[in-house]
């Protein structure tokens, strides 16, 4: 999990003389304190990292925390029958998290073949489907399965990974949403503690996905969670961070447009490696 806060802040100090005053007209000289933020310290919790491995051992360098995806610990994983569970690798993730005295984000999705026959694979070798479970009550018992057993040991939840991207979600964003509502329902009464950070949006720079984030928004995806998810890929791997400020101007400008305001969780980046 690799989450930036990003905080711009401009200060323009001013002064004009109002219209239909002429040349000779005294003005009195207008001054005011200039609003000023004084840097604080950024969490460690706010960098961590993605495991990609279901041992249980976490990074050997310092981190702030771990998020748990590509660990086999996908729906499909942890559901692999209707009325049966396999909690053992995630017990051991979360285990070594807690030794390791690290917070743990957990990523839900991967949606079993049982739930969603009728939907195309996705982008792992387990099986697992891309679309909305064919019946939400199925998706209630998960959520509720999993926050139960984990009240207080997960300490913040993502509710769906890649929301843009078809090969991890193909359902439509109505569905999304009350996915996203019905899980943040069930998580805040088994353990209130917990943060939920609403799917996480990428492929940004593409039109089309920044309308699923539009959408989504105006549908009050957002009111439920606590933060908002995004991928904060750059155009190439080899750019450098600053060329992410236009992609931050832009989702900034589509939250409040549909009235909301949520912290940005930047729980990833791109996958492709500059080889130069």
């Given at each position: 999990m690799a989450v930036a806060v990003v905080l711009l802040m401009v200060f323009v100090a001013a002064s004009a003389t109002p219209a239909g005053t002429g040349a000779g007209t005294d003005v009195p000289e207008?001054?005011?304190?200039?609003w000023q933020a004084q840097p604080v310290p950024v969490s460690p919790e706010l960098f961590g990292v993605t495991m990609n491995s279901a041992t249980g051992t976490m990074p050997a360098?310092?981190?702030g925390s771990v998020r748990f995806w590509d660990s086999q610990t996908r729906w499909a994983n942890?559901?692999?029958a209707r009325d049966r569970f396999d909690?053992?690798?995630?017990d051991r993730l979360v285990d070594g998290a807690e030794k390791a005295g690290l917070p743990t984000?957990?990523?839900l999705g991967g949606?079993?073949?049982?739930?969603?026959p009728g939907s195309p694979k996705g982008a792992y070798t387990d099986g697992s489907r891309t679309g909305a479970p064919e019946d939400l009550a199925d998706w209630d018992r998960f959520v509720q399965a999993l926050a139960s057993r984990y009240r207080g040991r997960l300490h913040a939840y993502e509710l769906w990974v890649q929301a843009t991207h078809h090969m991890y979600y193909s359902g439509s964003v109505?569905?999304?949403?009350?996915?996203t509502g019905r899980a943040a329902k069930i998580v805040r009464s088994s353990d209130p503690d917990a943060t939920l950070v609403c799917p996480s949006m990428g492929q940004l720079w593409q039109p089309q996905a920044r309308e699923i984030l539009r959408r989504f928004a105006e549908l009050g995806g957002y009111q439920h969670c606590d933060a908002a998810g995004v991928k904060l890929y750059q155009r190439n791997a080899a750019d450098p961070p600053e060329t992410l400020v236009p992609l931050l101007r832009e989702i900034d400008a589509t939250m409040p447009a549909a009235g909301v305001h949520p912290p940005l969780w930047n729980?990833?980046?791109?996958?492709?490696i500059p080889l130069r």
């Open positions: 207008i001054t005011a304190p200039a360098f310092r981190v942890l559901q692999p909690w053992t690798t995630l984000l957990f990523v949606t079993p073949w049982w739930a969603a109505e569905k999304l949403v009350e996915m729980t990833g980046t791109v996958y492709d």
